[in-house]
């Protein structure tokens, strides 16, 4: 079979995308080559640096991984290769997958791939013109064909491992902190989560969380620490600590063979002495928790989350009586909010005192459960759901109260800093409402954060991390200035 060449195009220097890496490992498993180009917000060039990459390149095949935020930027760059080039070009990801007949009748888009897309990649580029390929549809005229979805791969150890370097060679400063999935899917159902999506798209089609073996995670990151020589490890799993049976085993091998500092992610429910035991002994420096709200009931009956705030401070105490630094994670504009039980809230999170609060604000993505519930509190309009699902991404908050964009960042700024400040002052500046005078034009929302870690007990292991982090961001700065003068 000849070999095929894919470009794929994908907007962020920041980040790299673990789909498009396994993605590409899979194709060149197959003997096909792969390509990427980087684009960023604001960029004059890029147009010049696509044309020219792509007849350097000459792709059979140019793949997008599209999230809802991304659609208009790929929308408008494939329409531009289409302008110059007749390739096909392919669209897949979160976001075709939850709007496929909004993305199919895209003109510029020739293939669109529905859920997870290895298997079904490899076949439409082995074989361009099958039209009954699973999760495939495509075009024939102004015929739309539409395949059904095929079962969710279960032996994850079948995938190849990611394709880093495609990220790593346009990105250099990204492989310092290494990104790694040790698992797919997740047990819980949040209304605004793609999981919540995805778990409706493949029912009756295999069990949706599944987790690889330990040996075959143990393997791959003992040969990319060889051949990269990473600092720091990601782990990107939604809900990391969901096994404890693996988890044990995992952090034995871990700790002899890697013995690598790490971040993990997981859940209030998914947290006990045992588990955040085993992560301190395999070197976790930080544990990401969600809690979305610190309003019970909004909790319960919006997200879907039945985790109850005692439940929320028992997880925190634990992992703070193992001195790992922990942080949760917020949400404006959750439907139901009112400002009374808000101000109460917030007494919440100043009694748990995190490390660091991470806040955003509510999306309502395509086909999630929280839209049925956002158009019963009338907080969200047909009208904008179908902006959403045409790439047009409006972030709310609902109160109206608190609408303002001064009041709403003040009070984000306050969140950065409620970790630090004495628990008597953040109540004081909340019952008396000084937090929007004070932190409405404060630009050292980062201090809190810094400082936090200079306090930590794992103060060194985190100042070789912020090190990095100002490594990457130099070399970020350093290819936009490249990007700018070469192109």
Not at 64 to 70: A, E, K, L, N, P
Not at 405 to 410: A, G, L, R
Request: hydrophobic share 35%; proline share 4%.
């Amino acid at each position: 079979m000849k070999s095929k060449r894919i470009l794929f195009v994908y907007r962020g220097i920041e980040h790299e995308s673990l789909g498009i890496e396994y993605l590409s490992a899979t194709l060149k498993k197959e003997g096909h080559k792969t390509n990427l180009i980087l684009g960023y917000d604001g960029e004059k060039n890029f147009k010049k640096r696509l044309y020219k990459r792509i007849n350097y390149f000459n792709p059979d095949f140019i793949c997008f991984s599209v999230m809802t935020d991304d659609y208009l930027w790929a929308s408008e760059t494939s329409k531009i290769i289409k302008e110059k080039f007749d390739m096909l070009i392919i669209f897949g990801g979160i976001h075709v997958t939850s709007c496929p007949e909004e993305v199919i009748n895209n003109d510029s888009v020739d293939y669109i791939v529905i859920g997870e897309g290895d298997a079904t990649l490899i076949e439409i580029v082995n074989n361009p013109k099958n039209t009954k390929i699973k999760n495939m549809w495509t075009k024939k005229g102004k015929e739309i064909i539409k395949n059904p979805i095929r079962p969710l791969l279960q032996n994850l150890d079948d995938l190849p491992f990611p394709d880093n370097m495609l990220f790593y060679e346009e990105a250099p400063y990204l492989k310092d902190i290494y990104h790694c999935m040790t698992s797919k899917g997740c047990p819980f159902q949040c209304t605004y989560c793609f999981n919540n999506f995805m778990k409706k798209l493949y029912k009756d089609k295999g069990p949706w969380l599944r987790r690889r073996s330990v040996k075959n995670v143990i393997e791959e990151l003992k040969i990319m620490k060889k051949k990269l020589n990473y600092k720091q490890i990601l782990f990107v799993d939604d809900a990391f600590t969901s096994d404890t049976e693996w988890l044990g085993h995992f952090i034995k091998e871990y700790k002899n063979e890697i013995n690598i500092p790490f971040k993990a992610i997981t859940h209030p429910l998914l947290v006990n002495d045992e588990i955040i035991s085993l992560l301190k002994k395999g070197g976790c420096i930080r544990i990401q928790l969600g809690v979305q709200t610190p309003i019970e009931k909004i909790r319960k009956e919006i997200c879907k989350r039945n985790e109850s705030n005692l439940i929320i401070k028992r997880a925190v105490r634990i992992i703070k009586k193992y001195k790992i630094f922990v942080q949760i994670d917020h949400i404006f504009g959750l439907p139901s909010e009112k400002i009374e039980d808000y101000d109460e809230g917030v007494n919440f999170y100043i009694d748990l005192k995190p490390n660091y609060i991470s806040s955003s604000f509510l999306q309502y993505f395509p086909n999630t459960e929280i839209i049925d519930i956002g158009k019963k509190y009338k907080t969200v309009t047909d009208e904008e759901i179908s902006n959403t699902i045409k790439g047009k991404v409006k972030y709310v908050d609902v109160i109206d109260q608190r609408v303002s964009d001064v009041e709403t960042k003040s009070l984000r700024q306050f969140f950065h800093w409620i970790p630090i400040l004495p628990r008597s002052v953040s109540r004081f500046l909340l019952k008396k409402r000084l937090y929007i005078k004070i932190f409405k034009n404060l630009k050292m929302y980062r201090f809190p954060y810094i400082l936090q870690h200079l306090l930590s007990f794992n103060f060194i292991k985190v100042a070789i991390i912020s090190k990095i982090s100002i490594k990457r961001k130099m070399g970020l700065r350093q290819k936009i200035r490249e990007i700018n003068k070469n192109e």
